[in-house]
């Protein structure tokens, strides 16, 4: 796990919100605090264990908050799609039920934090280490304003 912040918010939200940087991502869940709170889930409703891709809600997610002032706080927590998560655990697999990067934006400042979710208890953290280093490299490589925590 590892935790990162964001250098520049209005660049930051851009790539959540118009760019095609997290289109990829599954969305588990959205919380938006403004005058009132959304809660988004991100389960389809014809097939409760399947979730979303960003890319299919986040025109939805933009129009809440455009035009609106700054929200209160926010939460996006993003799950990694399947063949990502297979290529990531590797013969790991049967110990993973997935890969989570949780956004949190407390009115002021955007953290980041990265997840594995193990089936069972595990000591050894190389996924871990893996996930880490690959969400920093892609957040590297995409532009995202952030730094280590």
Not at 36 to 58: A, P
Not at 67 to 86: D, I, L
Request: proline letters at 1%.
């Amino acid at each position: 796990m590892i935790e990162l912040v964001s250098t520049n918010n209005k660049v930051f939200m851009s790539h959540i919100l118009k760019n095609t940087t997290f289109d990829k991502f599954l969305l588990k869940k959205a919380e938006i605090d403004i005058a009132i709170s959304y809660r988004i889930f991100g389960e389809l409703v014809e097939n409760g264990d399947e979730l979303v891709c960003w890319s299919d809600v986040k025109d939805d997610v933009y129009t809440i908050l455009k035009n609106k002032q700054t929200p209160k706080s926010m939460k996006f927590v993003f799950g990694v799609n399947k063949e990502a998560t297979e290529k990531l655990a590797g013969e790991h697999l049967e110990q993973v039920n997935g890969f989570n990067v949780t956004i949190f934006f407390d009115g002021k400042v955007i953290k980041v934090v990265t997840g594995v979710n193990y089936k069972t208890f595990v000591l050894d953290k190389t996924i871990d280490k893996k996930f880490d280093d690959m969400i920093y490299s892609y957040f590297n490589k995409m532009g995202l304003p952030v730094k280590v925590s």
